[in-house]
């Protein structure tokens, strides 16, 4: 089972990016799902976080203009960024539990996608 992360870029303030994190191999689903970033020079930081409930968590400085989704028929998770500031500049990366029959539910950490936020 891998986590690729996609869908990173450049960005002028105000605009939008849709990251996807999607799960490949032998996958029967994608539970609790996570979203971090890491600035340069700062600590990582969880961004938005989807249980397998389907309840939602996101930090402050991205409530209203962040949102996290799940296609279980796709095995992937977005996120969808509007409204973008020069501070959500970061590497972003996904977590998830995912389901499998030949390892059955295990952590997965995504590769990191670079967003950048020009002002």
């Known amino acids: 089972v891998q986590l690729q992360a996609s869908g990173g870029g450049w960005v002028q303030a105000g605009g939008s990016l849709r990251l996807s994190c999607a799960a490949s191999g032998s996958v029967f689903s994608i539970a609790a799902t996570s979203w971090y970033r890491q600035a340069p020079g700062k600590q990582r930081e969880l961004v938005a976080a989807?249980?397998?409930?389907?309840?939602?968590n996101y930090a402050d400085s991205v409530k209203g203009r962040f949102t996290i989704s799940r296609d279980s028929a796709k095995n992937t998770v977005y996120l969808q960024m509007n409204s973008l500031k020069p501070e959500d500049t970061a590497v972003y990366s996904c977590?998830?539990?995912?389901?499998?029959?030949?390892?059955?539910?295990?952590?997965?950490w995504g590769q990191g996608t670079l967003v950048t936020v020009s002002s």
């Open positions: 977590n998830a539990d995912v389901s499998s029959p030949l390892s059955g539910t295990r952590n997965y």
């Open positions: 989807l249980t397998s409930g389907g309840n939602t």
